[in-house]
């Protein structure tokens, strides 16, 4: 088992970028494809402590179930919590996560800050 998580999606170009990045330094992280296998609230909880970012910062704004949900800047953090664990599209990728850190990978370059 790797010392690092991705949660990748495979249709998005930063998150291959970062994935290859990854690999290109050696590492083979676990491939969480969070579309297919959304992270709970607690996991979405852990990772924003982790970024040491709030909620809203995490969430793709720009999705149309952002719209529909009726969700805006101003929502509390357990709204966004839960609507990321219902509708993980809204969640930014990718996280890169090793142990009780993790970035996001946007530019991907953010990654070298987890490899030692």
């Known amino acids: 088992m790797s010392d690092y998580v991705i949660w990748h999606n495979p249709r998005c170009s930063k998150s291959r970028q970062t994935l290859t990045l990854l690999q290109d330094h050696g590492i083979e992280p676990e491939d969480?494809?969070?579309l297919e296998t959304p992270p709970s609230k607690q996991q979405i909880k852990d990772v924003l402590n982790k970024l040491g970012i709030p909620a809203i910062d995490l969430v793709r704004r720009g999705e149309p179930a952002f719209?529909?949900?009726?969700l805006n800047k101003d929502a509390?953090?357990?709204?966004?919590?839960?609507?990321?664990s219902k509708y993980p599209v809204l969640i930014e990728r990718p996280v890169v996560i090793r142990g009780d850190r993790a970035v996001l990978g946007r530019p991907p370059e953010n990654v070298l800050n987890l490899i030692d």
Do not use: G, H, T
């Not at 509390?76 to 990321?84: T, V």
């Open 67 to 70: 719209k529909e949900l009726a």
């Open 32 to 34: 969480l494809r969070y």
């Open 76 to 84: 509390s953090e357990a709204e966004l919590i839960d609507a990321m």
